[in-house]
Nanobody, 114 residues
């Protein structure tokens, strides 16, 4: 069973930046179409960004131009660089495969103040 652990969240002011990290047990991140998701209070979980095995990326319209997804194959890690944060980015952020194959991790809370 693959275990995912997200980290790097915290409190940021609007316009600030945070960098999220995703670690997985086993060497799965390198060979899997992965994604970052988020869930705001009272809302459904939504897809934020994805990265394919060939490092092609996709971004939701709400974060395009502000967020960057990347991966480090040597360290079996995935990242989400979030710049120019907005209060509406406040959510718990999760990583998982693009098809949400793995068990969800605990997530990491991102709170953006105005």
């Amino acid at each position: 069973q693959v275990q995912l652990v997200e980290s790097g969240g915290g409190l940021a002011q609007a316009g600030g930046s945070l960098r999220l990290s995703c670690a997985a047990s086993g060497n799965v991140l390198t060979f899997t179409h992965m994604g970052w998701y988020r869930q705001a209070p009272g809302k459904q979980r939504e897809l934020v960004a994805t990265i394919t095995r060939g490092d092609n990326t996709y971004y939701a319209a709400s974060v395009k131009g502000r967020f960057t997804i990347s991966r480090d194959n040597d360290n079996n890690a995935m990242y989400l660089q979030m710049n120019n944060l907005k209060p509406e980015d406040t959510a718990v952020y999760y990583c998982n495969s693009r098809s949400a194959t793995f068990q969800w991790g605990p997530g990491t809370q991102v709170t953006v103040s105005s």
